[in-house]
């Protein structure tokens, strides 16, 4: 049977589905309505302009922590306006007292274990996808990006930023929030006077989470399938041409210690404009692109034989992300924007051996062209060229990827995308590099107005240079099926051995993997359980033409705690045949023997304790078999709260390897020093030293805000070797950016 059939079978599974999950939302939907104001607003969060009042606010909100049964003890009411610029909106927050917990004076703080409020947008009404704003009561922001339903913490995307102001201000008994959001900041369609909107409030006195619509316990806070409506007294139009333009400059200076080479010196500039082509659509245009504020990655303890994934961080490629980069899945992904500005290159070294590594491979320009074409379509498009590298002989290459996605029912959607990676000079090696790359890939996206169901099928089809290639495609499918008591789902998936995506984030090829899970929820009267519940997930991957290659059986027991802590117990077993020689510790060691199968099993804990505690900890542990021999690992994170101004936290990995072929241990440490002077000025500094690649990382980062999106950073890097701290290479950098609106 073809690897295709599955897929044919679950998409029109699929299909059933939806045809039968098209009922109305869960619970009644609340209302408010917007009245547009001629008088001006002064944002100082006293709510003494009559234009709150007008209209008919949103208020009643609901609990969803510790039950989602009742109204919230401590309410919640929201007061919209609008006039030509900007959509105002109010809040009064009512409290049990004053004793607020502020994580940090940080812009774009997280929500939990802290005092705040957030508001979710949605112009289009398709409960998919949603700008949020959101503010404390020391008048800290935070904006953001939910995509996808926001079914899960990977569709909130917090990297996103843009212009808009806000203002709190703590009273006797409750604290305001007054903000104004600039219509140019948002997307929408002219003529609708229907928006979709919700809020969630964060009350660390009383301990509680609650929504303005209410949203169940199972189901995640931010889930956009829980929205009320908020209408306008009339449809808010366009607020004229909008073109923004993002100038930086940097100077520098770097040397490579190991290389023996004489320091460097840098300047440069460059810059971002934003255009607005319709007011739900926007162009992004950027020359010379600089990325050397982007905070350095979290390096990781790997035991794996596999590349390990890190998420984007650069602001150019962050809005509309979902719409390029969530076709397929996490390990099945055929954009990957991380490949555009890196490569992987090789060459021979001093000894004549074929060697590759990865660089940092300049962007010369690039243009995004994306959002909503109107309430059914989203387009996007994205082209990006990068410099040619002599040294090693690579092209000069053209990254193009266009998306399209259509919206099916209410919440589901199917979605198109071509990526094409292509050369664009004569001169380079063609032994190690392509004259092109692509991949044209369909998605089908479910999600039920409850979201009780959800889903998603693919099919990817690579196209390459090698004609011999056999399999070049992808595909797969998932469903789940969330109640309140329990949640079942499944995921197949088949990744051909010529499926050849070079811009995408492909972990391994050629195998067909099955994925079913399934948890049971138990929700106690009374004592300080919140939930608990068992589960079990398993995972089986066979190599066509092979047999079974590995496997990974866990049964688990999650239990969730009125004060907000959680834990985990779980037992795991894994079987891993080995096809090559694996030294799972990466040093000289013996290296496992290739061409045999492992079967090993291990106990594993996390811990997470209540968050709105000046000092917490995140806990996990495995013990037990590992590969032939065994394994015990430790780790978390310790985290100290000094209000408002900051937090310093330890992370931490130790890793014993008890093989008959090695004896070793593996530390990872990485402090971070979190110091937030005002709500403009901030210092970061984050060290991380790893044995097991025998480095020690210092990253400090100034950034001072000195005006609405635009900024001063000066950063500082260092990198030793661990052993004797000799020093690698060292890099300060300085750059400047402003926001301009033409």
């Not at 619970?27 to 008919?56: C, N």
């Not at 316990?217 to 399938?225: E, G, H, K, P, R």
């Not at 996390?606 to 590992?626: C, E, I, T, W």
Request: aromatic content about 16%; glycine content about 6%; some cysteine.
């Amino acid at each position: 049977m073809s690897y295709r059939s599955p897929v044919l079978l679950f998409t029109m599974l699929l299909s059933i589905v939806q045809l039968h999950a098209n009922g109305g939302e869960g619970g009644e939907v609340p209302s408010m309505s917007v009245k547009r104001t001629s008088a001006p607003i002064l944002l100082d969060g006293s709510l003494d302009e009559a234009a709150w009042f007008e209209g008919q606010p949103a208020k009643d909100f609901w609990e969803n922590f510790p039950t989602d049964s009742t109204l919230s003890p401590v309410q919640t009411e929201i007061y919209m306006t609008f006039d030509d610029q900007n959509l105002y909106i109010a809040a009064k927050c009512y409290s049990i007292g004053e004793d607020y917990i502020i994580s940090s004076l940080r812009r774009d703080f997280r929500a939990g274990g802290s005092d705040n409020i957030t508001f979710l947008i949605d112009p289009f009404k398709d409960r998919t996808n949603a700008f949020v704003f959101g503010m404390n009561p020391y008048g800290v922001m935070r904006e953001a990006l939910i995509s996808n339903g926001g079914n899960d913490r990977e569709d909130f995307d917090e990297s996103w930023d843009n212009r808009w102001s806000g203002v709190s201000k703590i009273y006797d008994g409750y604290w305001v929030c007054e903000i104004a959001i600039p219509f140019s900041t948002l997307r929408f369609k002219e003529g609708l006077r229907e928006w979709k909107f919700n809020s969630y409030r964060f009350d660390t006195q009383s301990n509680t989470r609650s929504s303005w619509h209410r949203i169940p316990q199972n189901q995640i806070i931010m889930n956009l399938a829980y929205m009320g409506d908020m209408v306008f007294e009339e449809p808010p139009k366009k607020s004229g041409p909008s073109i923004s333009v993002i100038p930086y400059v940097t100077g520098g200076l770097s040397k490579d210690f190991e290389g023996e080479t004489p320091s460097t010196d840098q300047f440069n500039f460059g810059g971002d404009a934003k255009i607005t082509v319709t007011p739900s659509l926007n162009l992004d245009l950027t020359i010379n692109p600089d990325f050397s504020q982007v905070e350095v990655d979290r390096q990781v303890v790997n035991l794996d034989r596999f590349e390990i994934f890190f998420p984007e961080r650069r602001q150019f490629f962050l809005e509309n992300a979902d719409l390029f980069g969530r076709f397929g899945e996490e390990r099945i992904n055929p954009f990957f924007s991380r490949r555009i500005g890196s490569a992987r290159v090789t060459y021979l070294d001093d000894e004549g051996e074929e060697t590759s590594t990865n660089i940092q491979n300049p962007i010369l320009y690039g243009a995004r062209l994306s959002g909503k074409a109107d309430e059914n379509w989203r387009v996007g498009l994205l082209n990006m060229q990068t410099a040619q590298e002599e040294e090693f002989e690579l092209p000069s290459y053209n990254f193009t990827v266009a998306a399209v996605q259509r919206k099916v029912s209410s919440r589901s959607n199917i979605g198109m995308i071509f990526v094409n990676k292509q050369a664009l000079t004569d001169e380079y090696n063609k032994d190690y590099y392509d004259e092109y790359n692509r991949v044209i890939g369909l998605d089908y996206n479910l999600a039920s107005n409850d979201n009780s169901w959800t889903g998603k099928a693919f099919y990817h089809q690579a196209i390459t240079q090698d004609d011999e290639a056999e399999n070049k495609f992808s595909t797969g499918a998932r469903l789940q099926y969330l109640k309140r008591k329990f949640s079942v789902s499944w995921r197949h998936a088949y990744v051909g051995e010529g499926f050849d995506a070079q811009v995408g984030f492909i972990r391994r090829k050629d195998y067909f993997r099955v994925a079913p899970e399934f948890r049971w929820y138990f929700y106690p009267s009374k004592g300080k359980l919140n939930r608990h519940g068992p589960g079990i997930q398993t995972e089986t991957l066979w190599n066509p033409g092979f047999g079974r290659s590995d496997h990974q059986y866990e049964a688990f027991w999650d239990f969730s705690f009125t004060n907000n802590a959680r834990m985990r117990w779980s037992l795991q077993n894994d079987y891993t045949y080995l096809f090559d020689d694996f030294d799972p510790s990466r040093s000289d060691a013996e290296p496992l023997l290739g061409e045999r199968g492992y079967n090993y099993t291990s106990l594993r804990f996390f811990y997470s304790s209540d968050s709105r505690k000046k000092l917490s900890v995140f806990m996990r542990g495995n013990a037990g078999q590992f590969f032939n021999g065994y394994s015990y690992q430790a780790g978390g994170r310790l985290t100290y709260r000094y209000q408002p101004f900051g937090q310093i936290a330890m992370d931490f990995t130790y890793t014993y390897l008890d093989l008959p072929t090695v004896q070793k241990s593996l530390v990872l440490v990485g402090p971070r020093i979190d110091i937030t002077f005002s709500k403009d000025v901030f210092l970061t500094t984050f060290i991380q030293y790893n044995s097991q690649v025998d480095n020690v990382n210092i990253n400090t980062r100034f950034q001072w805000r000195f005006a609405p999106v635009s900024d001063f950073f000066l950063v500082y890097t260092d990198n030793y070797i661990s052993d004797n701290f000799t020093v690698k290479n060292r890099a300060v950098v300085a750059k400047l950016t402003y926001w301009l609106n033409l």
